[in-house]
């Protein structure tokens, strides 16, 4: 059964510092996802990574993909108050889309 | 362009009760899901609809049924509400089934109490 799992769940950083956020998942794909969501809000597709060693960049968030160590990373530089939010993997793998945990990032002054 | 609409907003059952979730795209996707999102746990997919006429069990379908009435619309049925159904309720649809980026409604929040 497909599983993905992220880490940390809950992140406390300083405005203007650098931070990784991991996403594991249990069997092969190639298709990875990452989504954003505000407080009470829905989610928001942030990128569509569709091959090993995709890198996608948006602003000061970049995404990468190792579909040989079933790894995703999702890298924040120079954290600002606006990203703070919650962000969520999802994986392919045949016909459905399965989601991680979610991690909860706080940006503080 | 309205994209995914969900309806209803909000919805307090009592235990028992029956209700249908609406949700609706406007983009001519093939490919519609419901997730349900419970604090911790992220999102978990309840049925999906790969396409038109076609419907399948997600991670967590037991205590709901689908209907995926046309490429526009994929209801979600729970037929006799539990206090476990308690949620917040998310509809998505997808162009195609692998590949593609998903496209949230803006949810239903349901209480059972």
């Known amino acids: 059964e497909l599983k993905v799992e992220q880490n940390p769940l809950f992140l406390s950083m300083q405005e203007g510092k650098n931070y990784t956020i991991y996403c594991n998942y249990s069997?092969?794909?190639?298709?990875l996802y990452w989504y954003r969501q505000d407080p009470g809000k829905s989610l928001e597709s942030l990128f569509v990574?569709?091959?090993?060693?995709a890198v996608k960049q948006e602003g000061r968030l970049m995404a990468s993909l190792d579909t040989k160590a079933r790894l995703s990373t999702l890298h924040i530089t120079a954290a600002v108050h606006d990203l703070s939010a919650t962000y969520f993997c999802?994986?392919?793998?045949?016909?459905?889309?399965?989601f991680g945990a979610g991690t909860r990032l706080t940006v503080k002054p | 362009n309205a994209g995914v609409t969900q309806t209803p907003k909000f919805q307090v059952l009592k235990t028992g009760q029956s209700m249908t979730l609406q949700c609706a795209q406007d983009?001519?996707?093939?490919?519609m899901y419901w997730y349900r999102q419970d604090p911790g746990m992220g999102l978990r997919l309840i049925y999906y609809?790969?396409?038109?006429?076609?419907?399948d069990k997600g991670e967590v379908p037991n205590g709901y049924n689908v209907s995926r009435l046309n490429k526009r619309e994929f209801s979600l049925r729970l037929e006799s509400a539990a206090p476990s159904q308690t949620s917040v309720y998310f509809c998505?649809?997808?162009?195609?089934?692998?590949?593609?980026?998903?496209?949230f409604g803006q949810g239903t929040r349901l209480t059972v109490v």
């Open positions: 609809s790969a396409s038109e006429g076609t419907t």
């Open positions: 990574l569709l091959s090993n060693g």
């Open positions: 983009m001519n996707h093939n490919s």
């Open positions: 998505a649809s997808k162009k195609d089934i692998l590949n593609t980026e998903a496209f």
């Open positions: 999802a994986v392919d793998k045949t016909s459905d889309m399965r």
């Open positions: 069997t092969t794909s190639d298709r």
